[in-house]
């Protein structure tokens, strides 16, 4: 495995830690997990500011209305 700074980590948590984590790092469930979880937050992030948008700068004239 090819890490940037690996030297780095392995010297801060130890190599026995660090293989630990590249496991993980470098399963493709574990990717497609952290992919799908981004995303879900992204989502839910972007409806979320939406409603406060609407509820707060729209309706007091800060932001102009758009639907």
Do not use: C, Q
């Not at 409603?51 to 758009?66: A, C, P």
């Amino acid at each position: 495995m090819a890490f940037l700074f690996r030297g780095t980590f392995v010297s801060m948590i130890g190599e026995e830690t660090f293989n630990t984590v590249a496991v993980y790092l470098t399963d493709p469930m574990w990717i497609a997990i952290s992919i799908v979880t981004v995303v879900f937050f992204a989502i839910l992030g972007g409806l979320l500011s939406a409603r406060l948008m609407k509820k707060h700068f729209r309706r007091s004239g800060v932001v102009g209305v758009t639907s």
